[in-house]
């Protein structure tokens, strides 16, 4: 019986990674919401108004959410990955030890690149047109408001999908099962967003595709700096700068007004991007740029800090070549 027992849910005398990734998601989902209450208490003591709480498109409610999302996600994956792990924290892709500003930036500039390429094609094909700038002082307010807001979604998010998640699903099926599932989670939690189901076929080939995109993007740099920095700038340009829905969502006053025309199985219609092949296109631009980047050793002195499970299979691999 106890062999038994073992054999379901341990490994290497751990709980099983599987069963820590289950225990992960609940926790974090906890205390998001514990946090997200006493957040919010503490926003009415400071005299925010209830009706400034209420709806997910609240500016006071979506911070609120988003950065306790974030601290969640974060605290659970290092105490997880410490007492129920029993790994190091530098593992899970944020560490700050060497060039890691030179990969959040580069992650950045592709990031605002994909974006921008996903404008310009629009543009160029007549699908979108221009009606309106708006004043440097409201892009300033504007910026300094969603900055603070889509970076905790980019953290939050990547660490729960590329960081725990990943890692453990690599350390109990391997790279290639970690890779998929993980894309899969990834999509799956964003069906729920207004509009997603439009176009559902697309929407998930869209999602499923950054998904593959980010987590190949963590294993050749060892890191979620760079997947962090596309994250973000992805959103930022996307909402805030260009005037698309983010996954259906829109964020305050975009710097460009803009009225799409355009096929939505192009444009994506009105969960934006992320469900047209505008995104796909994008996404495999910047998967060259990504891989040629790789293969010409630009992250080549990023800190190791995987785990054996992560490192076996390559170490497997070079040996298979020097046969």
Not at 7 to 18: E, G
Not at 71 to 99: H, M, P
Not at 238 to 251: A, D, H, I, K, L
Request: contains cysteine; proline residues 4%; aromatic residues 10%.
């Amino acid at each position: 019986m106890e062999r038994v027992f073992r054999a379901i849910f341990l490994k290497d005398d751990r709980l099983r990674p599987v069963i820590r990734c289950v225990v992960y998601v609940v926790l974090t989902i906890v205390c998001a919401e514990l946090l997200a209450a006493i957040g919010g208490l503490t926003a009415l003591a400071a005299g925010v108004k209830p009706s400034d709480l209420e709806g997910d498109s609240s500016y006071p409610a979506l911070l609120i959410s988003e950065a306790c999302l974030c601290a969640a996600a974060v605290g659970v994956a290092i105490a997880a990955r410490r007492l129920l792990d029993r790994r190091s924290v530098a593992s899970l892709g944020l560490s700050f030890q060497g060039r890691w500003p030179r990969l959040l930036l580069t992650g950045i500039l592709i990031g605002a690149g994909m974006q921008a390429g996903i404008f310009a094609a629009d543009a160029a094909l007549g699908y979108s047109r221009v009606t309106a700038f708006a004043p440097a002082s409201v892009d300033a307010l504007e910026l300094l408001k969603y900055v603070p807001v889509l970076a905790a979604v980019a953290v939050a998010e990547e660490m729960l999908t590329r960081g725990y998640l990943f890692q453990n699903l690599w350390e109990e099926w391997g790279a290639p099962a970690a890779v998929v599932i993980s894309a899969a989670i990834f999509a799956a939690g964003h069906l729920d967003n207004p509009n997603s189901h439009e176009q559902l076929v697309l929407t998930v080939s869209g999602l499923l595709a950054y998904g593959v995109w980010a987590a190949l993007s963590v294993m050749w740099t060892r890191s979620l700096w760079l997947v962090v920095g596309v994250h973000f700038a992805w959103n930022l340009f996307e909402g805030s700068v260009f005037g698309f829905p983010v996954s259906g969502v829109m964020f305050g006053t975009p710097a460009i007004a803009q009225t799409a025309a355009g096929p939505a199985w192009f444009t994506g219609g009105s969960f934006g991007p992320e469900a047209g092949a505008s995104s796909l296109a994008a996404l495999a631009v910047g998967f060259c740029t990504l891989y040629w980047l790789h293969r010409a050793g630009a992250f080549a002195d990023s800190p190791d800090t995987r785990e054996a499970y992560a490192r076996e299979p390559v170490a497997a691999g070079v040996r298979q070549m020097k046969r």
